[in-house]
């Protein structure tokens, strides 16, 4: 075993990632004296780390235009990053989600200081860009899986992964009465969700569409009342703003997607983790994704999944609805809500079976991992 402080680095770019990276962090507290560095999310600097001083909302872009945009931000920024990370000798590097970013700083970090490098969140390599798999063997020491198909995938193709699970799996369940005390809300409304991602360049892209389906939700069923949680207030602010243009009962507030699940049945969900969350929630997900005509085309190429909801890719199975590109449209939506309307019960009992899915070793036993492959390693 090795003696002494482990100094582990971390990029968690996403705010997605915060929460797992710092799950990750905190189980390695349990169990060993650790110095963290890197960039990361506001609870990160409740684990005292040291970061460089570089403007890391740039690096969190998507799709495949917006990167370019911005590109020489941000490899002015990575390169600080790993640089950061390089001077301060790290033993072990952890990069959350963001594969495309984070080869970039396994593969520098192994080159330069042989760190044990772990990507948390696999690659979609068994989805899209298959090809990817001879990265992670060449660079990354272990990938933490999130659901039991991405590990199997990756050990058949000779990946070293260990299945972490999905934190949703131990997702405590809210009071809904509570909830509905809360926020002052009336208890006989029929509550909807609307999840319309957390880039501003996903609610930008969808969110009209999403308040024109509420709207005529609304006008057929007067009891509707419609939830949107904000990442921030300036996004807030901005829904808020736009959906005074629109007939229909919303309330908009930051940081409560939990609560707002709660109360919901169903949920018109952008694909990501929002649809599993709504689903370890007990709300239907009416899973929708659109993007710029370019990037579509460019991504369409490249994905070999038949489906792009995480429940439905559990499921094996398009259970879910999902209305991509051309097929969000209000119109759509509404035929998939009056049909889960109808029949929820068919619904819910899928849900269960996602739920099971989900079930994996947990954070505590990853860290374990993780250090033991460390003190193998006689690094």
């Not at 703003?241 to 309330?251: G, L, R, Y």
């Not at 909801?309 to 097929?327: A, R, S, T």
């Not at 509404?334 to 899928?350: A, Q, V």
Request: hydrophobic content about 40%; proline content about 4%; glycine content about 6%.
């Amino acid at each position: 075993m090795h003696g002494g402080t482990i100094k582990i680095g971390i990029v968690a770019a996403e705010k997605s990632g915060d929460n797992l990276g710092y799950k990750l962090l905190e189980a390695f507290q349990k169990h060993r004296e650790i110095k963290i560095f890197g960039v990361g999310g506001d609870k990160f600097n409740q684990l005292n780390i040291s970061s460089p001083l570089v403007d890391q909302e740039v690096l969190n872009v998507m799709g495949l235009i917006d990167p370019l945009k911005n590109l020489s931000k941000i490899l002015k920024v990575r390169k600080s990053i790993s640089d950061f990370l390089i001077q301060n000798n790290i033993d072990i590097f952890i990069g959350v989600d963001a594969p495309d970013l984070n080869f970039y700083f396994h593969k520098t970090l192994k080159n330069k200081i042989n760190t044990k490098n772990i990507q948390l969140v696999s690659p979609s390599v068994w989805g899209w860009r298959p090809k990817r798999i001879e990265k992670i063997k060449k660079h990354v020491d272990l990938t933490l899986s999130l659901f039991k198909f991405e590990h199997d995938y990756l050990k058949n193709h000779g990946a070293n992964s260990f299945h972490l699970g999905h934190p949703f799996a131990n997702q405590a369940t809210k009071d809904k009465f509570s909830v509905i005390d809360q926020f002052n809300l009336d208890s006989s409304k029929n509550f909807i969700s609307i999840l319309p991602g957390s880039r501003d360049s996903e609610i930008k892209t969808m969110i009209h569409t999403y308040l024109e389906t509420a709207e005529i939700i609304y006008h057929q069923d007067k009891t509707a009342y419609f939830l949107i949680p904000a990442t921030n207030s300036i996004q807030a602010q901005y829904i808020k703003d736009i959906s005074k243009n629109f007939d229909a009962p919303f309330f908009i507030n930051e940081a409560c997607i939990q609560d707002f699940l709660s109360l919901s049945d169903i949920a018109l969900t952008t694909s990501g983790t929002a649809t599993l969350e709504a689903v370890t929630y007990d709300c239907i997900p009416i899973i929708c994704y659109k993007t710029n005509p370019i990037n579509f085309f460019i991504l369409n190429k490249l994905i070999t999944s038949k489906h792009i909801g995480i429940p439905n890719l559990l499921m094996h199975k398009k259970i879910f609805p999902e209305l991509i590109q051309k097929d969000f449209t209000p119109k759509l939506i509404l035929e998939s809500y009056n049909k889960i309307f109808k029949e929820k019960d068919s619904y819910f009992m899928h849900i269960q079976k996602v739920k099971k899915l989900i079930q994996g070793k947990g954070f505590d036993n990853a860290a374990k991992k993780i250090l033991d492959l460390y003190d193998r390693s006689g690094c």
